[in-house]
RNA sequence: GCCCACGUAGCUCAGGCGGUAGAGCACAUUCUUGGUAAGAAUGAGGUCAUGGGUUCAAGUCCCAUCGUGGGCUCCA
């Protein structure tokens, strides 16, 4: 992710920050918003929608793109002048982009939405028509986004247009046969956004409706409850409730605190992370956050993410930057000796804090930020080892996401852009050898075609979390760029000076956005191994409070995190309290328990286990926590 | 960055057409000592994001700035 670097130069004054840049960016494929491509057909319905729709995409497709038409015609009661752009189906749902005299409004949706069930109940027919190019010329004629899009049609290409009503649209179809295929009460207009025409930044900015839309009242119902549960599970709503972390306008936006609570899940989780590096032949290394400018000349970064970065600070007269990637920190150190074939691979990992600036409009609480902390490795090789290099690094990271609890894994292999560095044999190679360890590892993946970055072909995996949504995490990219650069060799075995392979690799990609995602993948209810909290004395009455205060001490002496509430609420609010942080386990302690030297265990799942000795319970959880149980409790 | 919306107590929010602020939760104190999701009373808390402007008078209207949120190539 994170790694995802320089981009091509190859629209540097309309574009300059295009594809491949940010990874990251794009990479959460929400429920109205992202994933045209086929691929993304197969995991865009949500879990709660999942089997309520029995029809196929096709005839979904055609609902919704049949809805946007509908919509239009709303607005073009409502607005005689509007000026139309397109009007997709998109997951769940669809849009529709106008040019209008004013900013709508809320209430604005509420007419619109008014009037489309007035065209629904009267049952409209949507006709298909083909037409000259001429003709729709004149059809169009005061419709400018509509002739650009004619204007661009290849000469041979049939042109159809789709009337309902008064309503007439270039369209290539197909629709449903009437209006009355839609239903009065299984859509819904859900917002209002700006989006530029055709996504281009200097073009005008048009006013986009999206809306939703089912094949009845209860997919419609569902699919609106799917949404507020995404609401309840926003990282930045459950970290405020958690305690877990925050961010401050006067310090900063971008930039992340995290809270005692946070830090002990980050703590816990960097562990585990340092741990399965160590194990699997890592060396972990430190960097520092600042370069004088000659690094970043050298690596190429000024050249080409220049606009990524903080501004310089002059030290002595000297250009400093903020790091916004680790690898020539690395290479740095690579460089401090001559190296033999001998001693590859080497693997070096950091958790690294970069810093980015991002501008201010993609700014998203943990999961667009401009201070982050990659958990970044360098893997330097021999040609002959790569193979074997990339297959580990995919092993190790479907393990660890495995571990972490995620376990819907789907890859996209980016292949060779136009303008590239490296030969040919060696991007064959490098592909090759990507290809080989998703084949190996049996997972499924789509041939990304020219998405590979200049520098190199790379993996991206994403990660499907508890709601169906897909996030794109880790990366591992060829950089055929920066030995080259940085002049890297190794002296082979023939005596001979050899230029290393890079791999670069992030796996959970940034901490802050991977706990993002991790908040919202649990919704907060974090399994114990790494809950912040594990377990709450909740004392019934203050005489219960000195054996309460004991059991604690014993349950932290054996390695478990702890608190106890000793306020003068009654045990009700307690338990209430602990519930609500998300607590895996309640120990209600009274006089039976005291009486009987146990503990009356409580699940955060409402179920109630009964009184146990202290041992038991310690048992229980220290197992669940050496397995790393993620959902048992 | 751009479009739109928003910024009132720690949090979630009320505050017609301008007349110097209100609730619930949280917090503090006191009472209550309880058996599996909220016991009660009292109290403290706000330069209404910041800076300008209009006005006799501005959370309220205007402008700017900062920040937050929804979006910004799913292709007729």
């Known amino acids: 992710m994170a790694l995802a670097k320089w981009v091509e130069p190859r629209e540097p004054t309309s574009r300059p920050r295009a594809r491949g840049l940010f990874v990251w960016a794009r990479s959460y494929r929400g429920s109205h918003n992202k994933g045209a491509k086929p691929r993304d057909r197969r995991i865009k319905i949500t879990q709660v929608n999942q089997g309520a729709s029995k029809m196929s995409d096709h005839e979904m497709e055609k609902l919704r793109h049949s809805a946007a038409h509908v919509m239009a015609e709303a607005v073009l009661k409502l607005f005689p002048d509007a000026k139309f752009g397109i009007g997709p189906a998109i997951d769940n749902g669809f849009y529709y982009d106008f040019d209008l005299p004013r900013a709508l409004s809320p209430e604005d949706l509420e007419q619109i939405s008014e009037r489309m069930k007035a065209s629904i109940q009267a049952k409209k027919t949507f006709e298909r028509e083909v037409v000259s190019r001429q003709e729709a010329m004149q059809i169009f004629g005061d419709q400018p986004y509509k002739l650009e899009l004619l204007q661009e049609m290849p000469?041979?290409?049939?042109?159809?247009?789709?009337?309902?009503?008064?309503?007439?649209?270039?369209?290539?179809?197909?629709?449903?046969?009437?209006?009355?295929?839609?239903?009065?009460?299984?859509?819904?207009?859900?917002?209002?956004?700006?989006?530029?025409?055709?996504?281009?930044?200097?073009?005008?900015?048009?006013?986009?409706?999206?809306?939703?839309?089912?094949?009845?009242?209860?997919?419609?119902?569902?699919?609106?409850?799917?949404?507020?549960?995404?609401?309840?599970?926003?990282?930045?709503?459950?970290?405020?409730?958690?305690?877990?972390?925050?961010?401050?306008?006067?310090?900063?936006?971008?930039?992340?605190?995290?809270?005692?609570?946070?830090?002990?899940?980050?703590?816990?989780?960097?562990?585990?992370?340092?741990?399965?590096?160590?194990?699997?032949?890592?060396?972990?290394?430190?960097?520092?956050?600042?370069?004088?400018?000659?690094?970043?000349?050298?690596?190429?970064?000024?050249?080409?993410?220049?606009?990524?970065?903080?501004?310089?600070?002059?030290?002595?007269?000297?250009?400093?930057?903020?790091?916004?990637?680790?690898?020539?920190?690395?290479?740095?150190?690579?460089?401090?000796?001559?190296?033999?074939?001998?001693?590859?691979?080497?693997?070096?990992?950091?958790?690294?804090?970069?810093?980015?600036?991002?501008?201010?409009?993609?700014?998203?609480?943990?999961?667009?930020?401009?201070?982050?902390?990659?958990?970044?490795?360098?893997?330097?090789?021999?040609p002959d080892q790569i193979e074997d290099e990339i297959l580990g690094v995919l092993r190790f990271s479907l393990q660890l996401w495995h571990d972490l609890g995620f376990e819907d894994i789907q890859a996209y292999l980016a292949t060779r852009p136009e303008k590239a560095v490296g030969d040919d044999a060696m991007w064959e190679q490098a592909l090759g050898s990507l290809r080989k360890a998703l084949e190996a590892e049996e997972i499924p993946y789509e041939i990304d075609e020219g998405g590979g970055a200049f520098y190199g072909p790379k993996i991206d995996l994403k990660i499907n979390d508890a709601l169906g949504r897909e996030w794109q995490m880790t990366t591992i990219q060829f950089d055929f760029n920066e030995p080259e650069r940085f002049d890297m060799t190794y002296t082979g075995a023939d005596g001979q000076e050899h230029r290393p392979y890079m791999v670069h690799r992030a796996l959970l990609g940034a901490l802050e956005r991977f706990f993002g995602v991790l908040i919202e993948h649990y919704g907060g209810a974090f399994p114990v191994w790494f809950a912040p909290v594990q377990v709450r004395l909740i004392p019934i009455a203050d005489r219960h409070a000195a054996y309460a205060k004991q059991v604690g001490e014993r349950l932290r002496a054996a390695g478990l995190r702890i608190e106890m509430d000793d306020s003068s609420n009654r045990m009700n609010a307690k338990i209430r309290e602990a519930q609500l942080a998300k607590i895996p386990y309640m120990l209600v302690i009274g006089d039976r328990e005291v009486e009987d030297e146990t503990v009356s265990v409580r699940l955060r799942t409402n179920e109630n286990l009964g009184a146990m000795s202290v041992d038991a319970f310690l048992e229980r959880a220290n197992d669940l926590v050496a397995r790393r149980a993620n959902h048992e409790l």
């Open 155 to 382: 000469p041979d290409e049939t042109i159809s247009v789709y009337r309902h009503g008064e309503f007439v649209d270039l369209c290539r179809g197909p629709h449903v046969e009437h209006t009355g295929e839609l239903r009065w009460d299984s859509f819904a207009l859900l917002s209002i956004a700006g989006a530029y025409w055709r996504g281009d930044e200097n073009r005008p900015m048009l006013q986009r409706i999206y809306g939703t839309v089912w094949r009845n009242k209860q997919e419609l119902r569902a699919h609106l409850e799917h949404l507020e549960e995404v609401q309840r599970r926003d990282h930045r709503r459950v970290g405020r409730e958690l305690d877990l972390f925050s961010t401050h306008e006067e310090a900063g936006p971008g930039l992340i605190y995290w809270h005692p609570k946070g830090g002990r899940i980050r703590e816990i989780i960097e562990d585990f992370w340092r741990k399965r590096h160590r194990e699997g032949g890592y060396e972990l290394l430190y960097t520092p956050h600042i370069g004088r400018s000659w690094l970043w000349e050298t690596s190429g970064h000024l050249d080409f993410f220049q606009e990524g970065m903080f501004p310089p600070m002059d030290v002595d007269g000297q250009d400093y930057y903020l790091k916004p990637m680790n690898c020539p920190f690395h290479i740095m150190i690579y460089n401090t000796d001559v190296r033999s074939y001998r001693e590859l691979p080497l693997r070096w990992a950091e958790l690294g804090t970069v810093y980015r600036y991002e501008r201010s409009g993609v700014l998203h609480g943990l999961l667009r930020v401009r201070g982050l902390t990659q958990d970044d490795a360098h893997i330097i090789c021999t």
